[in-house]
């Protein structure tokens, strides 16, 4: 990966929303500039943005359930001129580990049924397919709600940092 990986930051909303506009069709279920914000600001949550020549062109949500030891991948969006390059392995990684840091054991994320390219990434990343949702986003189509354990790791080396930052 070319570029950085760091956390969000207030100042990034208006990025973040022309990240989703680019994404996501209209009539899709997108943020909006007031939702993304919220998510930054208030949510418990973790957003990861990945930043190529002063431009964001990803990002990645994780929506924290502490006392259930949770965390929920919430949205994963790379800008489609960047689609292939790894990013969203990058945000993924990014986000399993900011999970291990806060001591969650597990990690869940929903993902329409006809999204091929991210139904391979996560299967390629370790999760598996839990459930079928029905008339799960507001076109109808469904989703599968997939799943994935997380093991802590003892730091023994590169091999288990994530890949964004044996990269840079």
Request: hydrophobic residues 40%; aromatic residues 8%.
């Amino acid at each position: 990966m070319t570029g950085q990986l760091r956390a969000a930051t207030p100042h990034d909303v208006d990025a973040l929303w022309a990240l989703e506009q680019a994404c996501f069709s209209p009539g899709a279920d997108r943020f909006n500039r007031r939702q993304i914000s919220y998510l930054i600001r208030h949510a418990k949550a973790v957003t990861g943005v990945v930043e190529q020549n002063s431009h964001l062109t990803g990002y990645a949500t994780l929506l924290v359930r502490a006392r259930e030891r949770l965390g929920r991948i919430y949205s994963l969006c790379v800008h489609p001129s960047a689609r292939g390059a790894g990013l969203g392995e990058d945000l993924v990684d990014f986000l399993e580990d900011k999970a291990l840091e806060l001591g969650l054991e597990r990690l869940v994320l929903e993902v329409r049924v006809d999204n091929d390219a991210a139904l391979t990434l996560y299967a390629r990343l370790g999760f598996e397919r839990t459930a079928w949702l029905d008339d799960y986003y507001s076109d109808g189509c469904a989703a599968w709600k997939m799943s994935k354990p997380l093991t802590p790791l003892t730091p023994l080396g590169p091999e288990h940092q994530h890949r964004g930052e044996r990269d840079q």
